[in-house]
């Protein structure tokens, strides 16, 4: 079983950038993972019936995370009474529930003083529009709780942890075109990266999505040790035009909240 997979395997044909199913499952958070996640779930042998068929029953509700898609891969090895073997190898998609929440975020850097928008629709797991959901939209202000940790080579690293802040929600209700929310980020709120969760219930299951953007900032921000002196520079939106203005966070990875870099 592969977790994290993508957007679901939905095939959504619109213009605008959305993100559907859990941001981080995707992004790994500047390559704080490594590949998709890969386990195997069940093992063992089996006779084929007289049709040439072995039923199985798969665990798919073990471990289930809010908000991602899981592809099975099943491979087989068939051997016939010769000794020959043949193999053959297919996979399936077990979607979070029915409906999808997409989220698309208008710009990824925020002004205090500004808003931040975001447009929301809710699909088919065949990527159809599914008007008429109602969707949760909780703002969370992304925090790092980060440890010295020692390594096998008696070393010691950052492990960061993410937590989410709570800071202010609100519900939409989704349309045959996409619906746009809004959050106002006002002077108070502390520089940083922000992410915006839609929540909706789909015959009793929760399916959730994420999206973020960032609160530029004067003052130190901590965006999660990496173990590294790398400095992630963010583009305020996915694509420009030619002759288009574009605006850049540096996420400086120096210094700390007691003595700031200068």
Same mark, same amino acid.
Request: net charge negative; aromatic share 10%; proline share 3%.
């Given at each position: 079983?592969?977790d994290d997979?993508?957007?679901?395997?939905?095939?959504?044909k619109?213009?605008?950038?959305?993100?559907?199913?859990?941001?981080?499952?995707f992004?790994c958070?500047?390559?704080?993972?490594?590949?998709?996640?890969?386990?195997?779930v069940l093992e063992?042998?089996?006779?084929?019936?007289s049709?040439?068929?072995?039923?199985?029953?798969?665990? $798919? !509700?073990q471990?289930a995370? =809010? +908000?991602?898609?899981?592809?099975?891969? *099943? /491979?087989v @090895?068939?051997q016939?009474?010769d000794?020959?073997?043949?193999?053959?190898?297919?996979?399936v998609?077990?979607?979070?529930?029915?409906?999808?929440?997409?989220?698309?975020?208008?710009?990824?850097i925020?002004?205090?003083?500004?808003?931040?928008?975001?447009?929301?629709?809710?699909?088919? $797991? !065949?990527?159809a529009?599914? =008007? +008429?959901?109602?969707?949760?939209l909780? *703002? /969370?202000? @992304?925090?790092w709780?980060?440890?010295?940790?020692?390594g096998?080579?008696?070393?010691?690293?950052d492990?960061?942890?993410?937590i989410?802040?709570?800071?202010?929600?609100?519900?939409?209700?989704?349309?045959?075109?996409?619906v746009?929310?809004?959050?106002?980020?006002?002077?108070?709120?502390?520089?940083?990266?922000?992410?915006?969760?839609?929540?909706s219930m789909?015959?009793?299951?929760?399916?959730?999505?994420?999206?973020?953007?960032?609160?530029?900032?004067?003052?130190?921000?901590?965006?999660?040790?990496?173990n590294?002196?790398?400095?992630?520079?963010?583009?305020?939106?996915?694509?420009?035009?030619?002759?288009?203005?574009?605006?850049?966070?540096?996420?400086?990875?120096?210094?700390s909240?007691?003595?700031?870099?200068?």
């Amino acid at each position: 079983r592969s977790d994290d997979y993508g957007n679901g395997g939905i095939g959504y044909k619109g213009q605008d950038f959305f993100s559907f199913g859990v941001w981080e499952m995707f992004e790994c958070f500047w390559s704080r993972c490594g590949a998709q996640d890969s386990r195997i779930v069940l093992e063992g042998d089996g006779i084929l019936d007289s049709n040439g068929r072995l039923h199985l029953d798969l665990p $798919t !509700d073990q471990e289930a995370k =809010p +908000g991602v898609s899981y592809l099975y891969t *099943l /491979s087989v @090895e068939i051997q016939n009474k010769d000794g020959e073997f043949v193999t053959g190898r297919d996979s399936v998609i077990v979607h979070q529930a029915n409906t999808y929440v997409g989220l698309g975020i208008k710009n990824y850097i925020v002004q205090p003083k500004e808003s931040a928008l975001v447009k929301v629709i809710t699909v088919s $797991t !065949d990527g159809a529009i599914a =008007p +008429g959901k109602h969707v949760t939209l909780e *703002l /969370s202000r @992304e925090e790092w709780s980060t440890v010295k940790k020692q390594g096998v080579d008696g070393a010691f690293y950052d492990e960061s942890v993410r937590i989410l802040t709570l800071i202010n929600k609100k519900t939409v209700t989704t349309g045959a075109e996409p619906v746009e929310a809004s959050f106002d980020i006002n002077e108070g709120m502390e520089g940083g990266r922000y992410v915006i969760q839609g929540k909706s219930m789909d015959s009793g299951r929760e399916t959730l999505s994420e999206t973020n953007f960032y609160v530029s900032s004067e003052s130190w921000v901590e965006w999660g040790a990496t173990n590294n002196n790398r400095m992630n520079l963010v583009a305020d939106k996915p694509e420009y035009f030619v002759g288009g203005k574009a605006r850049v966070l540096i996420q400086s990875p120096f210094g700390s909240k007691e003595n700031p870099a200068k």
